[in-house]
């Protein structure tokens, strides 16, 4: 092939060189080049290697269904795999590469690939991953572990940079009456329609430019419609696919900002992901030319003839010098007339026989005439040509290019994305788009229409059919009839010549040959998906754009039926790939989600806390003092609560004002305790149970008033919680006079827990006596102030099984409540201790979170069937009876202790009988500590049949994760001080 | 890319709301039986066409609402609140 630029053609900037490199290379193009023309310009025809056998590939279209010519852009951390040469525009410093070959493409070591290709064949990975038959059976697996890295070495594309991605993408949203996708005759006329009739109108077009195929024509120049588009007030986005559609007339976006220029400014992002939200959509997407199948039909040089057309007429380059041009339409004489007349020495191959053309004789026709065989490994040097009738060895014609054109496929992709079944036409031999209900209108080419006047006709009853179901207009309107050459079009999809072993491909980029459809039909995989997916054809970066009704004709051949009976597969978003950074947009980094920090945060890392993430919160986990690791600071911490004293923030619970005559009645149906008798000034601990009797979340309801409750949720439960009371009251007790509210934000809490906590309290509060034993029983709750005038509420409740306190002040005043208990908590040798030494102390204790409680227990696997009434009837008290509940070999809530006290264990361990150490055993281990009183590790978790049926027997916690095992024995899950004599204090 | 039109804060993403589940469960009282419960609980239609389900405007109003949907094309017939005093209040605001 030689290729090369030409003057007089093209609507590039000449005066505006661009240097570019390719492979290493230096090279010129100009501006208005893509890097394909710009190649091609500088007669480059190998681009890539193919995906399986690495056959040498060229450029086979100028547009998005391009599926040889994937290259790599960029460097380092902007290196982009598996671009499109064909719509990557060209830039100042542009740096590619070939992709798939070592070391290069023009000489590929793995060529030899080609060679074994037998092996290679269809469902080569499913058979390598099931053994190699007959001795392999069975034996698969470890057969594919051994050669996958060789295979995804050596069929694969272009590889991602592996580092961060610098560039930064951004998520937009808009509006508007309609969308219109594609800047065609079609499109336009749309546009132009709804503008006049007042619709709010976007526009969006793919390429740089906007006027569609238009831009293949030699004398077409959009300026003018891009000033009347702009002066009608019509937004139009260019270098922007609509790579989806969805639901209620949404339309994805993707933007390339910055991909057409070389400098990475900061400012802007790479790539914008709009989503769109239109009254009614017009697709006019185009059609899509097909290629042929037959021998060889790969070669470097081969090409759709509207590409080689464009690459002439837009970007000046003449694609060949010696042309055959293979069709079974009308659509190609016009370029075969332009590419003679330019210079080229051109014969049309058209397999009809009766048909009447108008040309002016430049070029030879010959008539019912098919290639068969294209001679030539990395170009082209023959191409062998048969009657049609039957495939013969006759002639061979010398040439450097092959242009096809096997027909046009309708771009019905968008509306496929709808769930909208495209539907056979016989007479144009393509899928042309079905009706919808949906307000989608598809328009020009993409619903078959092959002249330019037509379209624009189609434009406009589009525009007409969006007014009328938008109720804004009742006009009739008509669509012209599919169609418009002169001579209908001969279906030809494959030329089979039988004597040759060489390969004839369906899909280019996967390396899907017209063997591999056979292969998969004679293995019994007949239906459209299966064949899809045991050959891939159609599952590369192009979604068989090209080659996928090349697949179907085959198919419909082998099982004799006609390709609407074997149907189409579906097309799904995107169109066109979409980057995950554009997915994610600024959601990456800090961004990724939200961040949630209680009041006292900056108080809490100034006095040394670490900090660990609990759901969305940030939650001080250990103090450390000067060298001290995570287990020294907790258990340091742990031991101080229990001498002296602690401070711990717990801020993040939940907390839910409950206000109204009927808030008492409210917590009696959704605790599984009373709460009838609870008075004012008291606190309870309580559970709540799912309708189907599970165990959903514990916490505390204090009574403040009459009418009114203060209620703490667990952290991760917290929204949870809150939705499912407003749900109880507003869609099943509706006649119930009560209101809540989240104050979650509004209140800051802190823990004041061990023997000294009174008398830090009492330091701290304005009146000492509101916290007395006496006047603060055991679950007492008071509200009064702390020194400095600062409202608070105080509840007497213990989490760690120590005298113990909570104290709640608005959140403006933490720091100040902080300051003041730190500082008088340090005079007792008191310490701050975080969610660790927590942990610790409520394991100690046998208490359960949200380890235990994981949606799967029971109240009684909880071990708190005393919180569980039997004189009132709540949510989830008929279901926590049902018979799988209540099985007397379900998981009972129990502590564990290593046999030999000087082991350690972790949690997720399973639990094993000595004997019969496999499988989910009898239990499992939950949350272990280390327990500064006892001196050892313990831990909390659940066993079948529980304390009772296991307190005498040795058994085996298995660690196979961390390939550990040792001995261990059930105990009470209470630890230490089992009578609570310690809280009561 | 459902839109609903909530009675208090008007048409509004569906990224704001949270999905309940079918909204025309009558659910027994505290004290029936387990049958009566299991019945409410686990048995659903799985209907294909309009279906009138619960959603919660969670990240708006927070209003728990009745929502008329097709599980075909998504299209929206109502929305009501789900407290009949609040959908009293919205009537009387029209
Ligand atoms: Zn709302």
Redesign the interface.
Known sequence: MKTKRIDNYGKINRDKILSFRWDKKNYKGFEGDTLASALLANNIGIVGRSFKYHRPRGIFSSGVEESGALVTIGSKDRRDPNVRATTQELYNGLEASGQNAFPNVNFDLAGINNYLGRFLAAGFYYKTFMGIPPLEWGKGTAIWMFFEKFIRKAAGMGSASGLPDPDTYEHAHDFCDLIVVGSGPSGVAAAIEAAEKKLDVILVEQDSLIGGNQLAENDFDNSQIKNQLENLGIKIMTRTTAFGLYDNCVVGLLERVTDHISASNVNIPRQRFWTIRAKHIIVGAGAIERHIAFNNNDIPGVMTVNASKHYLNRYGVLTGKRIVIATNNDSVYETAHQLSEAGANVTVLDSRTNFEIETNKSFEIRKGYVPYNINGSKKIDSLDISKSETINKSETINCDQVLLSGGWSPAVHLLSHRGVKPKWDYNNACFLPSDTKENITMVGSSRGLWNKNDCIASGIAGTTDALNRLGISKTNYFFPKPGGWKNPIQPLYEVKYKKSRSKSFVDYQHDVTTDDVRLAHREGFISVEHLKRYTTLGMANDQGKMGNIIGLSLMAELLNKEIPEVGTTVFRPPYTPVSIGALSGRNVGKHFRPLRVTPMHQWNIDHGAKMIEVGLYQRPWYYPKENETLSDSYIREASTVRKTVGICDVTSLGKIAIQGPDSTEFLNRIYSNGFSKLQVGKARYGIMLRDDGIVMDDGTSWRLAENEYFMTTSTGEAAKVMSWLEELLQTRWTDLNVNVTSVSEQWAGVSVAGPKSREVLNNCVDDSLVITNNNLPFMGVTSTFLKGNIPCRIARISFSGELAFEVYVKSDFANTMMDLLWENAKKYDGCLYGLEALGALRVEKGHVTAAELDGRVTIDDAGLSKMASTKKSYIGSAMRKRGVLKNNDREILVGFFPTNLKETFNAGTIVCEKNNIKGQGIGRITSVTYSPELGHWIGLGFVKGGLDKWKDTNLVGADPVRNKQMNLKVVSPHMIDPKGERMYA | ???INCPYCGERDHSEF?Y?GD?TIN????????K???E???FRKNIKGFQFE?W?H?NGC???LVVERSTV??EIKSVK??????QKVVENNK
């Open positions: 890319m459902i839109r949270s309940g909204a659910y027994p009282s505290l004290d029936a039986s387990e009566e419960w299991t409410a609980i686990f619960t919660h969670s927070r209003m728990w094309t998504h609140p789900c407290h009949p005093d609040l």
